[in-house]
């Protein structure tokens, strides 16, 4: 794939799960008492599920055909930051094979163990957005630090 048309789709890619991530805050935060407690369970799922094939969608384009590649190839002087992130999509994975299991079995009547996966949900969140960040940083030194020659 052409490196334009590879940057828009990854752009477009990550704008997407940017929506995932802020549906599943915005259930996360609904009020128990307006929604329900089963209500927001459900819909809580529900956005994971969506959370986690898109999440799972990005990261296999990354590594499979994406900067990462790019990166070993243009500037392997940063390659350790790339395995770095690399690393961190096994996290994730490993993450998602925990805590979708605790999501699925919460009981719609226990408040206090949905609070506690809800809790780790935001702080896997909180994880994503970090691993986001790092990777716009390494993209912006790896691609565009050198455009005008400041690189």
Partial sequence: ???????????????IMQHVKDALRITLGWDVRSVGLARKV????????????????????????????S????????????ANLRLEHQEFRRTLESL????????????????EVCAELNAFLARID?????????????FYDDIGGEG
Wanted: aromatic residues 6%.
């Fill in 42 to 69: 459900s819909s809580v799922q529900f956005t994971m599920q969506s959370l986690r094939r898109h999440l799972e969608r990005v990261m296999n384009l990354e590594e499979e055909d994406g900067y990462m590649r």
């Fill in 100 to 115: 979708l299991p605790a999501l699925e079995k919460v009981n719609p009547s226990d408040e206090d163990r949905f609070d």
């Fill in 130 to 142: 970090r691993h986001d960040k790092q990777e716009t940083e390494l993209l912006q030194t790896a």
């Fill in 1 to 15: 794939m052409e490196r334009t048309n590879y940057a828009s789709l990854c752009l477009m890619e990550h704008q």
């Fill in 71 to 82: 990166v070993r190839e243009l500037k392997p002087n940063l390659y350790d930051r790339v």
